[in-house]
């Protein structure tokens, strides 16, 4: 793919979870800098782009961003170079309109337009998340729109914020059909919810799915508690190797307050993604954790998600685990989401 995309100046790569579409990503990102290019990495999620950029960090002539933190970062350099803030001219022409969805791209496209665009390659990971009002300052950001070079990673079926993204590359997309993250057992558990071309499953059998039932929230944290113990103390796996993903955030904070009132180790800490590092266990919602990944993840919460209607969520969440998957909720909801797991 990566010698494939050598001769491409605009490209629409399309992959399932797990196919490598972050990786090649960075890689090409990280090739197109090093040939002299300033290059941007972009995707949605902060979470994502901060994990990216920590591991680009040595990289001269990379940028890795979240989109809204380029928006954030030009708006912040024309209120610094002129007394301008854009983001309030834009809250003040367009009264009433979505802050992150329309007023953060208009003033990013009205900052590019007094400064002219930077980059001469620009590597969109995530697209799928992208509204259509991001793509005008994407494209306004790159040197030349002729010459310039865009591409772009998406997966359709983890459009968990219905998003209709008019992305400006024509043509169908390269697809990346072979899962490389998760082991056969988590394919078949996360694939269930996805919809779309085959994806080859991996050749690693790995451990069966295991689901942890019981009828509240409070003694389902136990059980998390239990077993987080089993995995560090006595399967000695580090704590920051663990996730564990809520599918909805309308419980976290119940979520997090149980967990805290449960008996782990001391070492261990509970973090959100942001708080990533040593003996750091993360709790977070699987939204937040798209594009991530963790060698163990414990998908919770997920009761009120229905199959259908929540599908990406799901797809999503199950899909985020290297080597070990659990699953804790009710017998109900586990019946309901796992019965042919």
Not at 32 to 43: D, I, P, T, W
Not at 137 to 162: C, H
Not at 286 to 302: D, H, M, Q
Request: with cysteine; proline share 4%; hydrophobic share 40%.
């Amino acid at each position: 793919m990566l010698d494939f995309l050598q001769r491409q100046r605009r490209v629409m790569i399309a992959g399932g979870a797990g196919t490598a579409k972050t990786l090649i990503a960075k890689e090409k990102a990280i090739r197109l800098a090093g040939e002299g290019m300033r290059a941007l990495l972009l995707c949605y999620n902060r979470g994502l782009a901060d994990h990216l950029r920590e591991q680009c960090a040595e990289i001269e002539g990379l940028d890795v961003a979240s989109f809204h933190q380029v928006c954030d970062l030009w708006n912040r350099r024309v209120l610094a170079k002129t007394g301008t803030d854009l983001l309030a001219e834009a809250r003040r022409d367009y009264p009433g309109a979505d802050l992150y969805n329309e007023l953060m791209p208009i003033a990013l496209s009205n900052a590019v337009d007094r400064n002219g665009g930077i980059y001469d390659a620009i590597i969109v990971d995530e697209a799928q998340d992208f509204a259509d009002d991001f793509w005008l300052p994407v494209e306004m950001l790159l040197t030349d729109p002729e010459a310039a070079l865009l591409y772009v990673f998406l997966d359709e079926n983890q459009d968990i914020y219905r998003r209709s993204a008019s992305i400006p590359v024509p043509g169908e997309p390269l697809v990346l059909d072979r899962n490389c993250r998760n082991t056969a057992a988590i394919h078949d558990a996360a694939y269930r919810y996805y919809r779309g071309g085959s994806v080859q499953q991996p050749e690693i059998a790995g451990s069966p799915v295991e689901i942890l039932t019981a009828p509240t929230l409070e003694l389902q944290a136990r059980q998390i508690c239990q077993l987080v113990t089993r995995l560090t103390q006595t399967e000695r796996i580090a704590a920051h190797d663990i996730a564990v993903l809520l599918c909805s955030a309308s419980n976290r904070e119940t979520c997090e307050k149980f967990l805290r009132q449960c008996n782990m180790p001391k070492s261990i800490r509970l973090g959100r993604i942001e708080d990533y590092g040593p003996n750091s266990l993360t709790v977070d919602i699987v939204a937040r954790f798209k594009g991530l990944e963790r060698a163990v993840t414990i998908v919770w919460e997920f009761g009120d998600c229905d199959p259908e209607r929540d599908r990406e969520t799901l797809y999503v969440g199950l899909s985020r685990a290297k080597s070990l998957l659990y699953a804790c909720g009710t017998k109900e909801a586990c019946a309901a989401k796992f019965e042919r797991v």
